[in-house]
């Protein structure tokens, strides 16, 4: 069974498409790679299936776990288990993070009609995340992203997607900012992940990160299309020879 | 309303109750813990307080206003508080406003701190939609007096302020204002601070919330004699829109007439963004909690400020209770 099942997107904003039929379809458990040049549409792609409504669907359907998404909220989209990591998280200065992360975990538990929990119960639970992240807890008393490094902001993604635990994770440059031990325990925890049945497409230009994941598929998006599906072993003529040869030739859109 | 009351009593502490120009004390032994003087004219529509010598400390003082059933016309009322005690003061302050068919509270305000005071003064102005408060204060502050003004503006139809401080040798006040304008209110706010000795200091801190379109006009002065030195005057205002379209002019104007001060001066005006609403809900909460999140946030630096921490409570849930 998909998890997500993108059916021939079609997607414009204001009067230019941006998305052509794009179909992608992702198992539980699997990771999926999106790569391509740059504005060819794959943070565009993650924004849509996030809910975002700068963005408007002309034709064909967003399916999470078979229930057509195309008009559910934001809010319900994340309720529902869909989590994405920006490119550039937004700072919010004032907004204490501890506060903001209470918030967001006992909503999502709310509507999956779990108890909710107390500032002491949710703070044991961060302590334990944080411990992994090699985070000290001040970091929790801080304000939302304000002053936050890139490594940072990043790491914290990866705090707030441990506590909250969604179901389809889209990562958008998670490597950005990042130095070298920081993106390896990354990695690591997207591995964990992976076995505890949790699905991930992720944004990135890093090879490495390709030959660290245990990766299921890579995509090449060009122009808002997906112009090839393939394994691992395409990362190596990506590293070699770029995406000329991609977008040159006119594969069909082989989704698996 | 009566649930206010109803803690208050709980809490035990001393209330002057201000019922349509009747006092009533709400503890009985008052005059033998604290020497206060009321005298309330009807003719000329003064109210005088005086507090002095005051023989326990940090004794926290309850002033509130309720207005019932009774017409209050635009005529001037005059209220004077004289502290001349040595010690901590703590006056609460409630406007409770709940006759629809009034639709004006004007007042003049005077107050007078004496030497080596230290007052710290909380305001509730909680009214209704068709009420309008007018308010003009004159506010002294003597030698080594300090002065810790914390007003919240909750609601009421049109809100007009004019302040006069005058502070004098080693003197300080600090300011901490929040006012929350609904839809088609009005907010003008004047306030002037003349730092007439050396060593005085002046912080500001102005928060205004619009949560559906308003008017919002403010004019800081700061003003620095020539004799005053080494002073430090702050101000800071920032404004937190909800929705658009909204008016707001802020002016801040500093006089100085030394060399040796520090001033500075802040105006901020945030729209909550349209990014921010994205990314907040992309982490499963709706635009109902988003807003409330974003109110707490704007508002918290000032609330965490009162050290009084039932005070602050209090606030909180009037607050909020407010903005749902």
Do not use: W
Not at chain 1, 78 to 85: L, M, Q
Not at chain 2, 9 to 36: A, S
Not at chain 2, 176 to 190: L, V
């Amino acid at each position: 069974m998909y998890i997500l099942n993108i059916k021939k997107l079609n997607v414009k904003i204001k009067k230019k498409k941006i998305i052509n039929n794009l179909s992608l379809k992702i198992k539980k458990g699997e990771i999926h790679i999106l790569m391509g040049p740059n504005g060819s549409g794959k943070s565009t792609l993650s924004l849509v299936i996030a809910g975002n409504k700068k963005y408007k669907i002309i034709k064909g359907n967003i399916l999470f776990n078979n229930i057509n998404i195309n008009k559910v909220s934001i809010e319900k989209r994340a309720k529902k288990g869909i989590f994405i990591s920006f490119q550039n998280s937004i700072e919010i200065p004032g907004l204490n993070n501890e506060f903001f992360l209470q918030q967001s975990l006992n909503s999502i538990r709310e509507f999956n009609k779990k108890k909710k929990l107390n500032i002491i119960e949710i703070r044991k639970k961060i302590y334990k995340i944080l411990k992994k992240l090699n985070f000290d807890k001040n970091f929790l008393y801080r304000s939302l992203n304000e002053g936050f490094s890139g490594g940072e902001k990043k790491k914290n993604d990866i705090l707030q997607i441990l506590l909250l635990k969604p179901n389809m994770i889209i990562l958008d440059e998670i490597d950005s900012g990042l130095d070298i031990n920081s993106l390896n325990l990354i990695l690591k925890i997207i591995n964990k992940l992976k076995k505890k049945n949790k699905s991930f497409l992720i944004i990135t230009h890093n090879p490495k990160i390709i030959n660290n994941l245990n990766t299921n598929y890579i995509h090449i998006i060009n122009k808002g299309k997906i112009v090839k599906s393939s394994n691992k072993n395409i990362s190596k003529i990506i590293e070699k020879k770029g995406y000329e040869k991609f977008i040159k030739k006119k594969y069909k859109n082989k989704i698996n | 309303m009566k649930n206010l009351l109803k803690k208050n009593i709980k809490i035990k502490l001393i209330k002057i109750i201000i019922l349509n120009n009747k006092k009533i004390y709400k503890n009985k032994n008052i005059k033998n813990l604290i020497n206060i003087k009321i005298k309330i004219s009807k003719k000329k529509k003064k109210i005088n307080i005086i507090i002095y010598n005051l023989k326990n400390k940090n004794i926290p003082i309850y002033i509130i206003y309720i207005y019932k059933n009774k017409y209050i016309d635009k005529k001037k009322y005059n209220i004077n508080i004289k502290i001349k005690s040595n010690n901590i003061t703590l006056i609460e302050e409630y406007y409770i406003y709940n006759n629809y068919n009034n639709k004006y509270i004007n007042y003049t305000y005077n107050i007078k701190l004496y030497k080596n005071i230290i007052l710290n003064y909380f305001k509730i102005i909680n009214l209704n939609k068709k009420t309008n408060f007018l308010c003009k204060k004159n506010i002294k502050i003597k030698k080594n007096s300090k002065f810790y003004e914390n007003i919240f503006l909750i609601n009421s139809k049109k809100i007009f302020i004019k302040n006069k401080i005058n502070l004098y040798k080693n003197s300080n006040i600090n300011i901490n204002n929040i006012s929350i304008i609904r839809k088609n209110n009005n907010f003008f706010y004047k306030i002037n601070i003349i730092h007439n000795k050396s060593n005085s200091k002046s912080y500001q801190k102005h928060k205004n919330i619009i949560l559906s379109s308003g008017i919002i006009k403010f004019i800081g002065i700061i003003t620095i004699l020539k004799k005053a030195s080494n002073v430090i005057a702050i101000l800071k205002n920032s404004n937190l829109c909800f929705n658009k379209p909204n008016f707001i002019f802020i002016k801040p104007q500093l006089n100085i007439k030394n060399k040796k001060t520090k001033c500075e001066h802040k105006v901020k005006i945030n729209c909550i963004d349209k990014k921010i609403y994205f990314y907040l809900s992309s982490r499963g909460l709706n635009k109902n909690k988003i807003k409330k999140i974003i109110f707490i946030t704007f508002i918290n630096d000032i609330i965490k400020k009162i050290k009084n921490k039932i005070i602050s409570k209090k606030i909180y849930k009037i607050i909020l209770n407010k903005y749902k």
